[in-house]
């Protein structure tokens, strides 16, 4: 369920973005602000799915870049701002601070612009706590590929491997204890789809985890049928 904060200080407007924020999901809550205060305790509070703020929050002409702030240091909600201000003007600074996007007032009552952008800030945060949420359960394991750099290591220790043994080795060690057949294997490299091309690239796989002090004993080559990891 996703949880939507809208301030903005118009009441017409904020019910009208409300509104357009629970046909994304009719199950989904929003809470409406319409002065910094309140909408400042309800972002320490809660780790929105969304936040959609205008700049201006009367008496304050840049109270919305204050509340961007205060969000940047507690749950790091995704914003999008809706303002009425020149784009020209403010879009440079809103990409300095980080917002997802910025729309310009006025909404058309449809709310097709808006909802289009929602969805897409949505669906990207989605994706994203997926990827944060397979590397963590990698980095758990002694083996941990950052997906963003492609780098690889080893109980903390940077490996020097290429793409394709560090491919190999994600797959032979996913499976560990069990046999990773040579047929499995050649699904994942472009060329050499034969035993002795494994095999190379087994000994490349052996040989950076030497260089980081590991037994080269981990990978081990099941004759005429495949390779195991072996703790």
């Not at 200080?9 to 809470?31: G, H, I, P, W």
């Not at 069990?178 to 190379?200: C, H, M, P, W």
């Not at 950076?208 to 037994?215: D, P, Q």
Request: with cysteine; hydrophobic share 40%.
């Amino acid at each position: 369920m996703y949880k939507i904060a809208i301030i903005e200080d118009s009441k017409a407007v904020n019910n009208a973005l409300a509104e357009f924020c629970r046909q994304l999901d009719q199950s989904a809550e929003v809470d409406q602000f319409f002065d910094r205060a309140s909408a400042e305790t309800g972002i320490k509070q809660n780790n929105y799915s969304l936040i959609v703020v205008d700049i201006e929050l009367p008496p304050e002409k840049n109270a919305g870049i204050g509340l961007i702030n205060v969000n940047s240091q507690y749950h790091k909600s995704p914003v999008i701002v809706v303002s009425g201000l020149d784009s020209s003007v403010y879009r440079s600074i809103m990409y300095q601070l980080d917002i997802w996007d910025f729309l310009e007032k006025p909404i058309a009552p449809d709310g097709q612009m808006f909802l289009a952008a929602a969805m897409r800030v949505l669906r990207d945060r989605r994706n994203s706590q997926g990827a944060q949420s397979e590397q963590q359960a990698e980095s758990e394991e002694d083996l941990f590929v950052d997906h963003e750099t492609g780098k690889a290591s080893f109980k903390g220790k940077p490996l020097n491997i290429p793409h394709t043994a560090k491919i190999i080795l994600q797959k032979v060690y996913k499976n560990k204890g069990a046999l990773v057949t040579y047929e499995d294997l050649f699904d994942l490299v472009k060329s050499g789809k034969n035993n002795d091309a494994i095999r190379q690239h087994v000994k490349t796989i052996r040989d950076a985890l030497k260089e980081v002090g590991e037994s080269e004993g981990h990978v081990e080559v099941i004759r005429m049928k495949g390779v195991r990891w072996q703790d």
